[in-house]
């Protein structure tokens, strides 16, 4: 890090894309279904916030996860400007398809490291479903539509189910899945295991093997090293992260899982550094309150909610 | 960072050294007098937890902060083994000469870097405050007995009360503290302003001019970036950190400061990064039990004790 003067360090400093995934990953564990117009709203101000790429919602079998049979009609109904990138998780060919038939226009696939977690989560081997990921790339290819398509990598850092998993294991499936056609690969620390050494080291060590696929960083706060992996996460040269209003998230399918990294600390966080982010964080502020009203049971986390901006904050 | 395995890593990297602040800044927004037996059965739980430095109490007016006055009982009683440092936090001149008749092996002085927060906590200038710690310097050397000098700089990183706080004049009073003899010096973030480009930063610039003298980091967590300004402070070299039980603690003359960064959570961290702290984690989750236990009324943070270690944890 500069030495120089706070101003010339900001000057030289890196934008960070922000992707918000409160309507799918900050959503996953709520068990009151969130109505559809709700959730729309919740996009309205999400995009007022100037993100511009938001996960919007998830296809998997509404028996799984009841909160997204609506997926489809989220889809449809949502209408953002051109320069909003509107992106949907799917876990395996099905929900590759139902997302195409919805029109999408990013497709973000997620298979698992562990073995044990990708078992529990789709009762799939992490194997089959990079072959599932195959055959998805395939599918989008003979779609012809532009479609992007991201890859994320699951308890990367480590697996409540199975304890650890090695890097080299991510390192190969990123490799697979860059080669198959991802044109994005997640890192995601599910289930808080990440410390900044191993993120930085495995960062690393992916950025190595996908070339000029750019990296996105997915951290959990659920052992409070969510911040502090987000700044190794940079050091290695991730320029795009998840977050989440007041903190929500976490699979129902890895034990333990807790809250994505708080969208408003971190922002607050990475703009204090010197990183423009984009967003609008007083405006933020007033969306997680709406959320916070229609979800009364969840658990919203957060430090600037709580304690306020700095009197020194500068946005960068 | 380095890119070989997890366990080389560890190999090379250093030991971080943790003074718990429990029994001191812990304390002092606590406003139900925390009886000096209690007192005393905590020091003897982090003594048991492997802590070699302890800072058990202030020598401050008890109008002031009621909680310390029983400072002289509890050094008095305080009864540890050779290897573990205690020290006393004084404000102020006559604070030091009660902490020298009480026998203390190490003296913390602290005056702040931000006028208006100085003159709030103890109605003096900045200025007149360095006055006072080279009379404690030349008392100190009067008195003939081997006692440990540490001055603290507060709000190093900003003020609630005068908002900026120049990095400049932070590096011109460590230079004047240890020219006026402080044997260590400490940085703190009272009221949670810091951000980690910062941290590096500033702690970079005092390290050039403090000479072979050891830099300790003490951070607080208001704004949820405790954790990640301690690793910016690890990279800048800072070798010792200041931790609280259940993220306890604040200054009563800093309005809206809060919690101390969590022991706990601090001591994961540093472990799974493969920094060796010595601490116990385990008998630490005991302590932290049975101060919660005592004090019903106060918010204890944390996220290992909501969450657990991680399966895949290795203490360094």
């Not at 590759?96 to 497709?107: N, P, R």
């Not at 991802?182 to 289930?191: F, K």
């Not at 990296?215 to 959990?220: A, P």
Request: proline share 5%; charged share 20%; aromatic share 4%.
């Amino acid at each position: 890090m500069s030495s120089s003067g706070q101003s010339e360090v900001k000057a030289v400093r890196q934008r960070v894309e922000l992707r918000d995934v409160t309507l799918r990953d900050g959503l996953q564990l709520v068990s009151e279904f969130l109505p559809t117009e709700r959730k729309l709203a919740v996009l309205r101000g999400l995009v007022d916030c100037n993100f511009t790429e938001i996960e919007l919602t998830s296809f998997v079998p509404p028996r799984v996860i009841p909160q997204f049979a609506d997926a489809a009609d989220v889809v449809h109904a949502a209408d953002v400007p051109p320069s909003v990138c509107l992106s949907v998780l799917v876990p395996n060919l099905k929900g590759a398809k139902l997302a195409l038939e919805a029109g999408v226009g990013k497709i973000n696939f997620v298979l698992s490291a562990s073995e044990a977690h990708n078992l529990a989560n789709v009762q799939k081997t992490t194997d089959q479903s990079l072959a599932d990921f195959q055959a998805i790339a395939t599918e989008m290819r003979a779609h012809g539509r532009d479609i992007h398509l991201s890859a994320g990598i699951a308890t990367s850092f480590g697996c409540t189910i199975q304890g650890p998993v090695a890097e080299e294991r991510v390192v190969e499936i990123a490799a697979q899945l860059v080669e198959a056609g991802a044109q994005e690969i997640l890192l995601a620390d599910t289930v808080g295991y990440g410390n900044p050494v191993q993120v930085n080291r495995l960062a690393g060590r992916v950025a190595d093997v996908v070339g000029d696929v750019p990296l996105v960083g997915h951290f959990h706060d659920t052992r409070g090293l969510g911040l502090a992996n987000i700044v190794a996460a940079l050091d290695a040269g991730i320029g795009k992260l998840d977050v989440a209003l007041g903190g929500l998230g976490g699979c129902p399918f890895a034990p333990g899982a807790s809250g994505n990294v708080n969208a408003e600390d971190c922002i607050f966080m990475l703009e204090s550094m010197g990183h423009p982010t984009g967003i609008d964080l007083k405006h933020l502020a007033d969306v997680r309150k709406q959320l916070e009203l229609w979800l009364p049971q969840e658990r919203f986390t957060g430090s600037i909610s709580r304690a306020g901006l700095p009197k020194t904050f500068q946005a960068a």
